[in-house]
Nanobody, 123 residues
Framework: QVHPVESGGGLVQAGGSLRLSCAAS????????MGWFRQAPGKVREFVAA????????YDTHSVTGRITISRDDPKNTVYLQMKNLKLEDTAVYYC????????????????WGQGTRLTVSS
């Protein structure tokens, strides 16, 4: 089975930067679209960004445009989410997920999820 593992979360001051990582065995990430989601305290899980498995095209939500870069390292079977100019609203648990077929903004189109890594942005 697929076992994604996120890492890289922590406590960061507003305006700072951080890189989240997602690695897993049991699947070749380059063959599938991959996505990052986040869930803030008391809020529903929301889409953050995605990267294509074949085209390497990237997509993100308006709240992070210009502040994030999603990428992959195929030899390491790892997907990254580089975040900069962090804001208080970025505080959340971040999840890495594999798309069942094609990426989408809705989380029901992803079939394997990591345990999440927590990012806290302080003022």
């Amino acid at each position: 089975q697929v076992h994604p593992v996120e890492s890289g979360g922590g406590l960061v001051q507003a305006g700072g930067s951080l890189r989240l990582s997602c690695a897993a065995s049991g699947v070749t990430f380059s063959h599938y679209d991959m996505g990052w989601f986040r869930q803030a305290p008391g809020k529903v899980r929301e889409f953050v960004a995605a990267i294509g498995g074949s085209s390497d095209n990237t997509y993100d939500t308006h709240s992070v445009t210009g502040r994030i870069t999603i990428s992959r390292d195929d030899p390491k079977n790892t997907v990254y989410l580089q975040m900069k100019n962090l804001k208080l609203e970025d505080t959340a648990v971040y999840y890495c997920a594999k798309a069942t077929t094609d990426w989408d903004y809705q989380d029901l189109y992803y079939d394997y999820w990591g345990q999440g890594t927590r990012l806290t942005v302080s003022s």
